[in-house]
């Protein structure tokens, strides 16, 4: 299929279609307050279906008019305009027969719901209208689009209106109220073309306006103003629509930055900046800034929002996990010479994806789930405590800008750039926004009832919000050791220590253990006791294995901590003694029956004698790993006294761990070899390898297909469907750009492995 074929431009629409579906039915699951009764209504189903049907359409446009291959950045000529004619023309020969025939479908359970489908209907027609407009939208030559066209509009209208749509289900089935902040976006919208507004006057604008539909809401919550419960839930609950929305664009910023620097590189000064204010910097460099001050934004409001929300605890927690890895790795790779060589389409398709799921997943988890020793921190005890973490962040920030102003003074040019040019000024304008919000919330929280939700919600964000003012004064720290010529050895290792252990797997395996005693009712504090040998084990085993794989990661992993010289192999070999060591003392400790202690024991066992012998093993070592792996949720069944049903969990988690452990084996294949280690790819072949790995994949998710339906838990469907779908599309990737991306498809097995832990939640 070639790239000007009509074809190609359909398919991009329908794939970027799905987002748009996972807002709606995500905003539809939330406000379904009886789903785990009656299930699915497909009538209801039938009537979100008309929205996204011309949605497709909306998205055809939108990839024709900003695909990276064939829009400004190249020339369109014939080919543009002939695929807008045949699509304008196509379309509405199959939007009116599938509308038509959903109708009919309707009517066939209940009377045609009129304001229901008026809406709805009015949803669609403004995906084609805008469709419209992006096929006719022009600028001049040599000049990138305008931001809230290829961006803000879009992502606005597919996510946050359809997130919202979705929400106010039930409430448009008795009048159109709901639409009018729907109504009040489309005049920001028309005032914004009609009048041509400039960037500036735009943003202003629009953060304005955000800004004062807030406080109007806050005033109304604690009983200042006197307005309607419902018209103040409308405009709480679009406010956190766009936030969610706005977060959700930062990925396709990412893919848009890289594709600028791409064509910076191939030919530069090709693309005239329309922004003068400082020509001195790249368009992709100030994009890369202007993306991560969107990302900073969206973590700071989000939480706020959140409490007016029906999400629940298990919402907030991801998104925070979510964001802060996806801060992270923007701060660090979001430059120039990563934005050259990263599968950027790949990266933020799963970060988008993985979100999306987020949204539509928590929406089966709306409990608020309390930590005991948090209780009553939300107060101006706790918000002295945060003032003593924020000061120091916060204090380098007002040194920075100082310094900054008299600078800008000599020169005359603006502050703004200078000061985001270093990013770890980021962290501590988070910092001061997330101070500012402690504030907030701790007044906000004089003026509710303690009984109430909200409070409770308030008070999960205040958390939330003390949480990344920790974050951003350990990334000052960081930044103190790096920029200290006597510190940055003493920052390498802490690195390479990190490296090492694998901070983040090792927490999440502990997790495994906590997150399902924790909603057993077990104490926060006994869960992470119960879970503690596992993470020691886990740490200490990953140690060893860096030791004993030294001259392979030399190859495959040059990045670890010996090959890089963060660490020295005495020291890692020492690491993982005294690990493994710790973990069997912990586990004699907390063991409170034999059945514990030989779960613990085994682990122990599993992970010591791994790097001797076992992976030596050509085809046992991978059966033997996946097994050690289990433990931690063969655990969590046995001793939490699950159903026997739940046996399925580890079993299905067994087999996908051992088709990952082959995926890892055609990625290692270089440095196995050169350690003289035989594996299943050496014997067989990469590609047959590669097609038993994905069949065990998905034969895990059918194994979990009897526990779904014993359960009949609408929560755990979904998990399976995500399981399954996300599997299958990541091996439809394996083989995409002659197999470049399989390290990134190895770790996005992390969204399917992830589903089905999740199911141990019950």
């Known amino acids: 299929m070639s790239d000007g074929h009509v074809h190609t431009y359909i398919f991009r629409g329908v794939k970027y279609a799905f987002t748009s579906a996972c807002a709606i039915f995500a905003g539809y699951l939330i406000q379904n307050k009886y789903l785990a009764q009656d299930g699915l209504a497909l009538n209801e ?21 900003f695909h990276a291959k064939d829009s400004y950045l190249k020339p369109r000529g014939v080919l543009q305009a002939a695929f807008q004619k045949e699509a304008l023309i196509t379309f509405p020969f199959i939007e009116i027969p599938v509308i038509g025939v959903i109708l009919l479908l309707i009517s066939r359970y209940e009377p045609l719901p009129g304001k229901l489908l008026i809406a709805f209907s009015l949803y669609g027609g403004l995906f084609v209208l805008y469709g419209i407009f992006l096929t006719r939208y022009r600028t001049p030559e040599g000049t990138l689009p305008l931001v809230r066209h290829q961006l803000v509009w879009p992502v606005v209208l597919s996510i946050a209106i359809g997130l919202y749509s979705g929400i106010s289900f039930s409430d448009l089935r008795a009048s159109l109220a709901p639409l009018l902040p729907v109504g009040i976006i489309l005049l920001l919208y028309l005032a914004s073309v009609v009048f041509k507004w400039s960037k500036k006057l735009f943003v202003r604008t629009t953060l304005l306006s955000s800004l004062v539909i807030t406080v109007f809401v806050v005033l109304t919550l604690i009983g200042i103003i006197p307005i309607p419960a419902w018209l103040t839930q409308y405009f709480s609950s679009i406010l956190f629509c766009v936030a969610a929305s706005a977060y959700l664009a930062v990925f396709e910023a990412w893919k848009i930055t890289a594709d600028i620097a791409d064509v910076e590189e191939e030919n530069k000064g090709a693309i005239k900046p329309d922004d003068q204010a400082d020509t001195q910097a790249s368009k992709s460099s100030q994009y890369a800034v202007a993306t991560l001050t969107a990302l900073m934004g969206s973590i700071w409001v989000l939480p706020f929002y959140f409490i007016f929300s029906d999400f629940g605890t298990v919402f907030l927690v991801s998104f925070v996990v979510h964001a802060f890895g996806s801060f992270v790795f923007w701060f660090y790779f979001g430059r120039d010479k990563y934005l050259l060589t990263f599968p950027w389409s790949l990266i933020k398709s799963i970060a988008g994806l993985v979100f999306l799921g987020i949204l539509v997943v928590s929406t089966f988890f709306k409990q608020h789930i309390s930590v005991p020793f948090m209780k009553g921190f939300a107060s101006w005890t706790g918000l002295s405590i945060v003032l003593f973490f924020a000061a120091y962040p916060v204090t380098n920030l007002g040194r920075e800008l100082n310094r900054l102003r008299k600078r800008s003074k000599k020169d005359g040019r603006p502050i703004t750039f200078r000061l985001l040019g270093n990013r770890v000024n980021f962290t501590r304008l988070l910092c001061l926004l997330c101070v500012a919000s402690c504030f907030i919330m701790t007044a906000l929280l004089q003026a509710i009832d303690e009984t109430s939700r909200v409070f409770f919600k308030a008070e999960l964000a205040f958390q939330v919000y003390w949480g990344c003012i920790f974050f951003c004064f350990v990334f000052e720290i960081l930044h103190f050791f790096d920029r200290t010529p006597t510190m940055a050895p003493l920052l390498r290792s802490l690195v390479g220590l990190l490296l090492v252990i694998r901070v983040i797997t090792s927490l999440v395996i502990a997790a495994i253990v906590v997150l399902p005693s924790v909603g057993e009712g077990v104490e926060i504090g006994k869960a992470v006791m119960m879970a503690l040998p596992f993470f020691l084990a886990a740490a200490g085993g990953f140690a060893l294995n860096d030791y004993y794989d030294v001259a392979k990661d ?5 990045y670890r901590a010996i090959p890089s010289k963060r660490l ?10 005294l690990l493994i060591a710790a973990a069997l003392l912990v586990a004699f400790y907390v063991s409170g029956s034999k059945v514990e202690l030989i779960m613990y024991c085994s682990s122990i066992a599993g992970v010591s004698l791994y790097n001797l012998f076992v992976k030596h093993l050509t085809l046992s070592k991978n059966f033997l790993t996946s097994a050690i792996s289990t433990l931690p949720v063969l655990y969590v069944v046995v001793v939490l006294q699950y159903p026997s049903i739940y046996l399925l969990i580890p079993a299905a988690t067994s087999m996908f761990l051992l088709g990952r452990e082959w995926l890892m084996d055609i990625r290692d294949i270089k440095g196995d070899r050169s350690d003289g280690i035989r594996t299943l790819p050496m014997i067989i072949g990469a590609g047959l390898t590669a097609k038993i790995s994905f069949c065990a994949l998905i034969l895990s998710a059918f194994i979990l297909l009897p ?8 929560g755990n469907f979904l998990l399976l469907g995500v399981l399954l779908l996300s599997t ?16 990134a498809i190895v770790l996005g097995l992390w969204l399917p492995m992830s589903c089905g832990i999740l199911m141990l939640l019950r």
């Open 45 to 65: 189903l039938l009537i979100l279906a008309i929205p996204v049907s011309t949605s497709v359409f909306f998205f055809t446009c939108y990839a024709n008019r």
């Open 554 to 558: 030399v190859i495959n992993k040059p």
């Open 568 to 577: 020295g192999s005495r020291a890692v070999l020492a690491t993982g003694v």
């Open 707 to 714: 526990f779904a339906v014993s359960t009949w838990s609408a």
């Open 728 to 743: 299958v599309l990541l091996a439809s990737l394996w083989s995409y750009d002659a197999g470049k991306h399989r390290r």
